[in-house]
């Protein structure tokens, strides 16, 4: 459950304005907007990576951003997909047989042992999204996590993201493809100057009249 109220974010020559929003929990939330429009503001916020300037946001459950960076160690594949689970407790080695059919679903099985840093784009990608579910969050914040793959890794991306909310998870996803949106979401917000303009049911987007 994400809830926020009356939320002020400035920035020199942009303020975020977003009035009361709920998600309940298994919602498969998509984030739409032009470019500047505050997208990746409104995930930080609900995420609770950055405090409002006003209003407040109240997040139940474990929640794992995943940001536009696809960051990852300089260590091993390996050793970068069970890195959530290890911080929580949990041993190498049944960190390492968790997190192992999620490299393979997504084509890394086969790169356990490389250097993370090695890695092309589309892999770090699906590699920071195995590291991010491997945890088994509540809730998943995700900033353009397809943004730069070629067809077939986004295929496999939305694939386990699809997956991910079948298990329950709560999802709040932000692109600016507005047919990924419709495709995956649930409900869709779209952005517009530091707005939420419009709030619909994502099978609504693009109905022809
Ligand atoms: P979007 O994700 O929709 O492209 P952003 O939330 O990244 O939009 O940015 C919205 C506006 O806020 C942009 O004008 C951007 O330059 C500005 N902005 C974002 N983050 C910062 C920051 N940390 N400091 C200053 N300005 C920022
Ligand atoms: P993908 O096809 O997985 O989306 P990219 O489009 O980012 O990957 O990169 C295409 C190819 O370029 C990769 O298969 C890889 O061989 C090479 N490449 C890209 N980035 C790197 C990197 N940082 N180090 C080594 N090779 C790279």
Redesign the pocket.
């Known amino acids: 459950m994400i809830r926020s109220k009356g939320l002020v974010r400035r920035y020199p020559g942009f303020e975020l304005t977003v009035e009361a929003l709920e998600v309940p929990p298994g919602r498969f939330v998509t984030v739409i907007g032009p470019s500047g429009a505050g997208k990746s503001t409104l995930l930080r916020l609900l995420a609770g990576l950055e405090r409002p300037d006003r209003g407040r946001v109240e997040l139940q459950g474990r929640a794992v951003f995943l940001d536009q960076d696809r960051t990852v160690l300089d260590r091993s594949v390996l050793a970068n997909a069970t890195f959530g689970l290890e911080l929580r407790g949990v041993r190498r080695r049944e960190a390492a047989r968790r997190v192992r059919p999620w490299l393979e679903r997504v084509g890394l099985a086969d790169k356990l042992a490389q250097p993370a ?10 590699l920071a999204l195995v590291r991010a579910l491997a945890i088994e969050p509540d809730v998943l914040f995700l900033d353009e996590p397809t943004q ?3 067809p077939g ?1 986004v295929d496999r991306v939305e694939g386990l993201l699809r997956e991910a909310h079948g298990q329950g998870r709560t999802i709040v996803l932000v692109t600016h493809n507005l047919y990924q949106a419709r495709r995956l979401g649930q409900e869709t917000w779209f952005l517009l100057g530091g707005r939420i303009v419009e709030r619909a049911p994502s099978e609504r987007l693009f109905v022809r009249p």
């Open positions: 840093v090695s890695l092309s784009g589309g892999e770090r990608a699906r730069a793959l070629d890794n």
